[in-house]
């Protein structure tokens, strides 16, 4: 279940129940909160409408591997998701859902800042 914080209360509410059969690992809200992607602990990737609940979109990783971070661009055309295995992939969510683009990346290629 996906619960919600109403800042002004501080009090939470239940939202709706996210259809997943494992812990979901990530989370994002698109630009205006209209849609919601969540992946899961089996390389599942989910994409829904708030308002309706309706599925927008399904992708699975290759390998099932967990889902621990998820991104919409910048003009809401594709998905960036990373995974458990270090792998970063984009997602058409215009053409066909399919998968654009995978990288490995491991935590050597990755600059940290160290302030």
Known sequence: MLFG?????MQSKPTFILPV????????FNHNGQLLAFGDSEGSIKILDVRSQ???ANWSVPKNHD???L???FDE?????VTSDGKLAQWSL???HAMLSECSASSKDIPIDPR
């Open 77 to 81: 055309t594709v998905m960036t998701s």
């Open 71 to 73: 991104s919409f661009s």
């Open 21 to 28: 059969l494992h812990p979901v690992k990530a989370l994002a």
């Open 94 to 96: 215009r053409s066909g």
């Open 67 to 69: 889902v621990l971070g």
């Open 54 to 56: 309706a599925s927008v």
């Open 5 to 9: 914080w109403n800042l002004r209360s």
